[in-house]
């Protein structure tokens, strides 16, 4: 099973779709701890949800614990000098490429980092989003 966390009203067909809101199919607050068995989970989708969250390092942990041991993380977040990253009064961090390097993901393994580039002016192209693929280990 792989699991849409903090899915909003963007539903994703063949995930688990979880949320804060009634959104999903399942609806509950992922700072409180996710509500799945140890290792029950193939894959997680965190789309534009960590940089919302006060205790990451709690997340991250709980995130390792429900992934079976191969499971994959795909995590996409504002890049920090986007106006993306801080243009939301409830965002708590910003991400760079440094922050999925070294040991700040214990128990995952970086598989593959990407950006996206949206044109901001006619003459300059700003990274917007990571995109970060992780698997744990």
């Given at each position: 099973?792989?699991?849409?966390?903090?899915?909003?009203?963007?539903?994703?067909?063949?995930f688990?779709?979880y949320?804060?809101?009634?959104?999903?199919?399942?609806?509950?607050?992922?700072?409180?701890?996710?509500?799945f068995?140890?290792?029950?989970?193939?894959?997680?989708?965190?789309?534009?949800?960590?940089?919302?969250?006060?205790?990451?390092?709690?997340?991250?942990?709980?995130?390792?614990?429900?992934?079976?041991?191969?499971?994959?993380?795909?995590?996409?977040?504002?890049?920090?000098?986007?106006?993306?990253?801080?243009?939301?009064?409830?965002?708590?961090?910003?991400?760079?490429?440094?922050?999925?390097?070294?040991?700040?993901?214990?128990?995952?393994?970086?598989?593959?980092?990407?950006?996206?580039?949206?044109?901001?002016?006619?003459?300059?192209?700003?990274?917007?989003?990571?995109?970060?693929?992780?698997?744990?280990?």
């Amino acid at each position: 099973m792989n699991l849409n966390l903090g899915s909003g009203p963007k539903q994703k067909e063949g995930f688990l779709n979880y949320d804060i809101k009634p959104f999903g199919d399942v609806q509950g607050n992922c700072e409180e701890g996710l509500p799945f068995k140890n290792e029950s989970l193939d894959g997680i989708l965190a789309s534009h949800l960590l940089e919302h969250i006060k205790d990451l390092r709690k997340l991250k942990n709980d995130m390792l614990r429900v992934l079976k041991p191969g499971g994959k993380l795909t995590v996409i977040v504002p890049y920090y000098l986007s106006p993306d990253a801080w243009g939301d009064d409830d965002h708590c961090r910003a991400f760079s490429n440094q922050s999925f390097f070294g040991d700040f993901w214990p128990g995952f393994m970086l598989r593959k980092l990407g950006h996206e580039k949206r044109i901001k002016t006619a003459n300059k192209e700003e990274v917007t989003w990571i995109y970060a693929y992780l698997t744990k280990k």
